[in-house]
């Protein structure tokens, strides 16, 4: 799509607005913004994701009587992530890593050698939406786990903290003794074809009685600190070998079985936090368009439509997937990197082609700046010309602008 060009207002008259705004009834909190609406055509999936938003406040919105500060993310390129796709672990000291089996000692030296090389990680959730924050200095990375819940994959310690024996352990583990490099995951599960091995001895884990209630523990754990379940089918079947009736009841039955887990453990007040987004299983599409149709029109019982579709490896290399507001991103088509130690070097030999974050401070704002987009554009485009901040592209909250020379686009979500 081509990025939305929009005439930027004199910044006195955006001021104007601002101050305007501060005149409406106060409120006493910030009102999350909505999700932005995804749009699916039957016809053409493919629309582009992101719309206008509105020139002036909507009467509706939220006005803070109190000024925010607003810092601006800045990507001197078009942010880019890689995203590793992992299976299964192996807790085993010595064990050798497979194609779809990773050695925890492994997992390690990938999480070691590309912190070192200054990747932070980053949610999956977050970067489809183009909320793409980071610490300054820091490249990012996102990690996904495949065909969860398996125990090497989370398990809970008795403490109630992921055991070093599995691999979101490993990662916790790692994020709490560098905490920059932040915690956050992909996991991509199916709950109806396998139970989940809740005990551990000596490397080797085994099924007893009350795995369901373990398996919710660990799953409400890892919504709550954004090691964060995705749709995967509920049987891990090829979608080209089932109806569209079929493919749309894989993804119900997985939604609700999750639902259901974090139900048994009380934590129903978490499923407001679980993002729409599927993941293919072989990396196998349905072959008819009502199946793929199906995909499309998914809607999960919070009623949040499908961000995207995610993919496995794709066959020309390791590449990276552009934030939303890219002209080539398509988000029925983010494919991913494989993992494994050759991978994680080719990464890093890329990453020239990753950009690093900055800051930008962009002062005080009195009104919503989420619904006072104007204003805060102005305010990027004067540290811009007044050489406080560098050109390139702006995330503020859940605006994205790209500053180039005189000229400020903004991508509306
Ligand atoms: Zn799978």
Known sequence: MVPMRRKILPLAVLIGLALAGCQAPASSSIRPTPQPKIETTANNPVEPTFTPTPLAPTPTATILAEPIELTATVWGQLPQVPILMYHRFDPRPGARSSRFTTSLDEFSQHLQTLYDAGFSLISLSDWLRGEIHLQEGRRPLIISIDDLFFADQISLDENGVPALYSAVGVLWDFAQKNPDFNFHAALFYNLGDKGYANHYQNGVFSLQDGWRQARAEAIAWAVEHDAMPMN?????????????????????????????????????????????????PYVVLPDTEAGLQALYDYINPEGAPVAAIIAGDYAGGPRLLPAPFAPEYDRWHVSRISASTSSVTAIVERIDQIPTASQCKLGEFRGNPHVLPEVVSAAIREKVHLGTCPPGYYVVGQLAFLVQGKEIIQYAP
């Open 232 to 280: 995967h089918f509920y049987k891990h079947p090829y979608l080209d070998q089932l109806s569209p009736e079929e493919i749309q009841q894989q993804m119900a039955d997985n939604d609700s079985a999750l639902r259901e887990a974090l139900a048994r453990v009380g934590r129903e007040d978490l499923n407001g936090r679980l993002p729409n987004i599927l993941a293919l």
